[in-house]
């Protein structure tokens, strides 16, 4: 359905855990987050029924994210669960790829339909320091399984920290010279315990474009601005949410793991949408769509208004 500025909503983000087995500096607390109770973690029937009652007010595509998606135990059959809910075409997975060396095979028979991949670094000792618990080697292994389970159009997501990995940026980006996949810079955002960050930490993606002259332009996929190093088999996309570049154009709702609709990754608002029957939550995503607002401030006041973490929302 479209919000109140004429976007057509089509895009859900759905956490299914704020739970994760790395720690990365600028989403996690070292001591990671307080084990909820079961009780307290939307259960498989409830993540359904959300999705079911989004599909019934049109949207189409479905992320599954987290905390960490493939710590949640079942979740395979969650996402064979949510793929065959009707009207969803697409189901997407954003994973750190630590257990995808196992589970790349059967998220694929399970009808995941496609994989982004996070991955701030190329090094085995900076990957260990930036996830504090990590091992680069299993991500890597993660990524060829992946391949070889059949996944296409593969996304790399790599924040980009100013001091601790731009000394990667041109590392990255030849790694699409020979690989078909989108290797996708984000601009850092002032969220949770990076939010207190120098400035120096926050580098614009355009850097990336000073960083490696030789890309040219190669249009936009979804929020990404897509550029191509001549003659390569991948791409590079830049996100820029700090410049609030997409806003206008922003097709997407998320459902937290505990059960919060939010309409907006930056703002505090949501809405409660466990113990409702499917007409009631029919209603209250509505609600929520048209809750949505215009766009950002983060460009003008340089702090979200959400008090969540990334790790508890989903990205
Ligand atoms: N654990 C999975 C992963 O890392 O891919 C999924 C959840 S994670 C919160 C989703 C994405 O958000 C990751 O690509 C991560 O790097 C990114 N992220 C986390 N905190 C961020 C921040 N403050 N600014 C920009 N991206 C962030
Ligand atoms: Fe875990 Fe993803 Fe956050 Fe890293 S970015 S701590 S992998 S949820």
């Known amino acids: 359905m479209e919000d109140t500025f004429g976007r057509n909503i089509r895009y859900l983000r759905l956490s299914v855990t704020e739970l994760c087995d790395l720690r990365c500096r600028y989403c996690m607390a070292e001591e990671g987050v307080c084990k ?20 019934a007010l049109g949207v189409t595509k479905l992320r599954v994210t987290g905390g960490e998606p493939l710590v949640r135990r079942g979740i395979v059959e969650l996402c064979a669960m949510l793929r065959a809910v009707p009207g969803i075409e697409e189901l997407c997975l954003t994973t750190n790829g630590t257990r995808l060396e196992q ?30 618990t990590g091992k680069l080697e299993n991500v890597l292994r993660g990524i060829e399984a992946a391949e070889r389970a059949g996944f296409e159009n ?25 690989k078909p996949w989108q290797v996708r810079f984000i601009e850092l955002m002032p969220m949770g315990v990076c939010a207190a960050w120098p400035p120096e930490r926050f580098l614009p993606a355009q ?109």
């Open 154 to 178: 593969i996304k790399l997501n790599c924040v980009l920290l100013g001091g601790m990995n731009d000394d990667e940026i041109g590392d990255f980006v030849r790694l699409t010279a020979k």
């Open 207 to 315: 850097e990336v474009l000073s960083r490696v002259p030789e890309l040219r332009p190669a249009g936009r996929s979804g929020v990404a601005q897509l550029y191509l190093l001549p003659g390569a088999a991948g791409t590079v996309g830049l996100i820029e949410p700090m410049s609030c570049a997409f806003c206008a154009d922003c097709t997407r709702i998320r459902i937290t793991a505990d059960g919060k609709l939010k309409p907006c990754l930056h703002s505090d608002a949501e809405l409660a949408l466990r113990g409702l029957s499917s007409a009631e939550l029919e209603a209250a995503i509505r609600r929520g769509i048209l809750m949505k607002l215009a766009r950002h401030r983060m460009d003008e006041t340089g702090v979200t208004e959400t008090h969540r973490g990334m790790f508890a929302i989903g990205g």
């Open 36 to 55: 909820r109770g079961h009780e307290e973690l939307c259960s498989f029937e409830e993540l359904r029924d959300f999705t079911a009652a989004a599909a």
């Open 103 to 132: 589970l790349a095979a059967p998220l694929k028979a399970a009808g995941v339909d496609r994989l982004n991949i996070s991955l701030d670094t190329l090094r085995p000792e900076r990957y260990r320091e930036i996830t504090r």
